[in-house]
């Protein structure tokens, strides 16, 4: 059964940093696309990064230069680290691996 969960989340004061994970389980074939959105209360949900082959990030304006994408070792896992956070970074996270259906997401709290 394919898995997807993601992890990280939590509270943090403004300035702070947090490392989101991303893993999928059960899936035998390595996936190399994937992206992280977050939803914040009252709006639509965003695009914020996005992996491609060969490793190549790209980011959303308001995260550039403060979130960085990389490949876990293990197969098909991912992380999103997230520095100088702000307020407006609050939301929910989550990853989306091509061909996976979305996950429950993570929690991201930015307390100023």
């Known amino acids: 059964q394919v898995r997807l969960v993601e992890s990280g989340g939590g509270l943090v004061q403004a300035g702070g940093s947090l490392r989101l994970s991303c893993a999928v389980s059960?899936?035998?074939?390595?996936?190399?696309?994937m992206d992280w959105y977050r939803q914040a209360p009252g709006k639509e949900r965003e695009w914020v990064a996005g992996?491609?082959?060969?490793?190549?990030?790209t980011y959303t304006d308001s995260v550039k230069g403060r979130f960085a994408i990389s490949t876990g070792s293990a197969k098909n896992t991912w992380y999103l680290q997230m520095n100088t956070l702000k307020p407006e970074d609050t939301a929910v996270y989550y990853c989306?691996?091509?061909?996976?259906?979305w996950g429950q997401g993570t929690q991201v709290t930015v307390s100023s």
């Open positions: 992996l491609s082959s060969g490793d190549s990030t």
């Open positions: 059960g899936y035998d074939s390595r996936i190399y696309y």
């Open positions: 989306k691996p091509t061909r996976m259906k």
